[in-house]
T-cell receptor
Framework: GEDVEQSLFLSVREGDSSVINCTYT??????LYWYKQEPGAGLQLLTY?????DMKQDQRLTVLLNKKDKHLSLRIADTQTGDSAIYFC????????????FGAGTRLFVKA | DAMVIQNPRYQVTQFGKPVTLSCSQTLNHNVMYWYQQKSSQAPKLLFHYYDKDFNNEADTPDNFQSRRPNTSFCFLDIRSPGLGDAAMYLCAARGRDTQYFGPGTRLTVL
């Protein structure tokens, strides 16, 4: 079945870049997403990439997609303490109807 | 402007006392979802609607029901909440490309 995997923790210093990685199994996925969740809040859609793209940049965020390796990454430039949160990678398989498959989330700690 | 709205943000109920959580969306999207999330785990899909077409996940307990009276509104009914149902409940709405979440309702069961 479909699966999305992420490392559970990442710790960086304020001002450094953060790179959060994700692997997925369904090669037919059309859209891949990054969501941010702060404590006690819902999931905020940060960015997404269509499967025919390799890269997408949006201000401090850069998404890289390697379809061959089924690897997705999110780079946050100049990481700030306000970026501390859980980041979920997610995919929408074409065979899954309208379901979205989420990874377990990567908890990002930003040290001042 | 809020696109997916959930009320209330915090709900306390007693063991076994029915409770209803509400969700509305201003996006006019066809698909709406209810997820359960515990302890910052990945959201677990309970069910979703495509228009009025209801899709239940195989492992969603019968204790959980849903209603979607129109495009904008969707309700989650928990008929007899147990202690294990204490969680964050997230509603989402999906358009062609993207799925937007509401802020969630945190349910406490006493």
């Amino acid at each position: 079945g479909e699966d999305v995997e992420q490392s559970l923790f990442l710790s960086v210093r304020e001002g450094d870049s953060s790179v959060i990685n994700c692997t997925y199994t369904d090669s037919s996925s059309t859209y891949l997403y990054w969501y941010k969740q702060e404590p006690g809040a819902g999931l905020q859609l940060l960015t997404y990439i269509f499967s025919n793209m390799d890269m997408k940049q949006d201000q401090r965020l850069t998404v890289l997609l390697n379809k061959k390796d089924k690897h997705l990454s999110l780079r946050i430039a100049d990481t700030q303490t306000g970026d501390s949160a859980i980041y979920f990678c997610a995919e929408t398989p074409t065979t899954g109807g309208f379901k979205t498959i989420f990874g377990a989330g990567t908890r990002l700690f930003v040290k001042a | 402007d809020a696109m997916v709205i959930q009320n209330p943000r915090y709900q306390v109920t007693q063991f076994g006392k029915p409770v209803t959580l509400s969700c509305s969306q201003t996006l006019n999207h066809n698909v709406m979802y209810w997820y359960q999330q515990k302890s910052s785990q990945a959201p677990k899909l309970l069910f979703h609607y495509y228009d009025k077409d209801f899709n239940n996940e195989a492992d969603t307990p019968d204790n959980f029901q849903s209603r979607r009276p129109n495009t904008s509104f969707c309700f989650l009914d928990i008929r007899s909440p147990g202690l294990g149902d204490a969680a964050m409940y997230l509603c989402a709405a999906r358009g062609r490309d993207t799925q937007y979440f509401g802020p969630g309702t945190r349910l406490t069961v006493l």
